[in-house]
């Protein structure tokens, strides 16, 4: 499990100002590039690693956990079809 956190307003606040869409457009140029000169098996050997290193640093859920995540979702999902069909109905 990742150790706790503690984050101050200021922080969050310089992550939510980053140019995100400036970030995604730079990350897309080197994804395509690296894919045109190595191929796209070396993007999913790279996207492998990531998972491996993960799980060793213990930041990749159990199985447990994600069972519990898709629950979650699914429930989640449950409720705002019902609210989705009542709001219908009240109109």
């Given at each position: 499990m990742l150790?706790?956190?503690?984050?101050t307003a200021q922080q969050l606040r310089a992550f939510l100002d980053r140019p995100w869409a400036r970030l995604r457009a730079a990350k897309d140029r080197y994804t395509a590039a690296?894919?045109?000169r190595d191929g796209a098996d070396r993007a999913f050997q790279l996207a492998a690693l990531l998972r491996e290193y993960?799980?060793?640093m213990g930041a990749h859920p159990s199985p447990a956990e994600r069972r519990a995540d898709l629950d979650a979702a699914v429930a989640l999902r449950r409720k705002l079809d019902r609210a989705g069909r009542r709001s219908r109905r009240a109109l």
């Open positions: 150790a706790s956190v503690t984050t690296m894919i045109a993960a799980v060793v």
